[in-house]
């Protein structure tokens, strides 16, 4: 391990009032790692807010029930009828839902708590809506940029666990499969651009479907994984000084173990 350079040392902050987020790919064992760092944390008397997106608030959690529930994300094949059954969230309303429960989140919970001297551990943030929503989704972000100047880029996280797992890893750790944001995924894939009350744009959908292999809804869900995760790999690669990159194939004490060092190293904890 190489000697903290001087620079860095001097430029410790204290660690009252820091925002701290953790972000990767589905499975990659943040949330796990954001409640020990917590726990670590207050065994220090250090004042902490654990929270989350989406859902760290009230509003927010009624937000992740629409954005993130199976039932408004589900393509099922109707056996009666033959058909195909869709009730699909756009990816546009999608995003729009996770900037909406991200603006409700600061104001109500994170800048308060950095202002009052808390430290801040959010399970995901702005990063995610980059990594998922443009990345993954393929979904052009400019258009709002003027909203998330003004709303979202002046809460910054002064510094992001990116724990960084390849796709397979990933899939072999969750259900993601099960996970609405990778059946929105297929359903993108599939070209989920269509009209929900024409039949012929769900016949044609359906005819792709029923021609679909078995292991392709697979395929579709490495690609997309992969598409995220270099979107991880573009914002760090963008703000190396916020953004440490962890390797999260390691163990959960190894993680835990090199995020206190580099909290250390950055912070005064001790
Ligand atoms: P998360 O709560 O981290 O998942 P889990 O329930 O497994 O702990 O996140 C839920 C999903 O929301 C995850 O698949 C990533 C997705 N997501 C986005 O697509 N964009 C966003 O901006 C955020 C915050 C999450």
Request: contains cysteine; proline residues 3%; glycine residues 6%.
């Amino acid at each position: 391990m190489s000697d903290t350079p001087s620079s860095t040392r001097n430029s410790r902050r204290a660690l009252k009032g820091a925002f701290i987020t953790f972000e990767g790919i589905d499975g990659c064992g943040k949330t796990t790692q954001a409640r020990l760092l917590a726990d670590k944390l207050k065994a220090h008397d250090f004042s902490v807010v654990e929270t989350r997106e989406p859902g760290g608030t009230q509003i927010g959690r009624e937000i992740r029930d629409i954005v993130l529930a199976t039932r408004n994300t589900f393509i099922s094949r109707s056996l009666s009828s033959d058909r195909l059954n869709i009730r699909a969230i756009q990816p546009t309303s999608q995003l729009l839902l996770f900037l909406a429960d991200r603006i409700q989140h600061i104001n109500e919970i994170i800048r308060p708590a950095i202002e009052s001297g808390k430290v801040v551990i959010c399970d995901r943030y702005h990063d995610a809506t980059i990594a998922y929503q443009k990345y993954g989704g393929e979904l052009n972000l400019d258009i709002l940029e003027p909203l998330i100047t003004e709303e979202i880029t002046p809460t910054k996280p002064d510094l992001t666990f990116w724990l960084d797992i390849d796709e397979g890893k990933a899939r072999e750790r969750t259900h993601i499969g099960d996970s609405p944001a990778i059946q929105l995924s297929f359903l993108l894939e599939l070209g989920a651009n269509f009209d929900l009350e024409n039949d012929i744009a769900i016949d044609k959908l359906s005819a792709k479907l029923i021609n679909s292999t078995k292991s392709r809804p697979q395929q579709i869900q490495l690609r997309y994984l992969r598409r995220i995760r270099k979107g991880y790999a573009a914002l760090h690669k963008a703000d190396k000084n916020r953004i440490e990159k962890i390797d999260g194939s390691k163990t959960i004490e190894e993680v835990q173990s090199i995020i206190w060092e580099n909290l250390t190293r950055r912070f005064h904890v001790l």
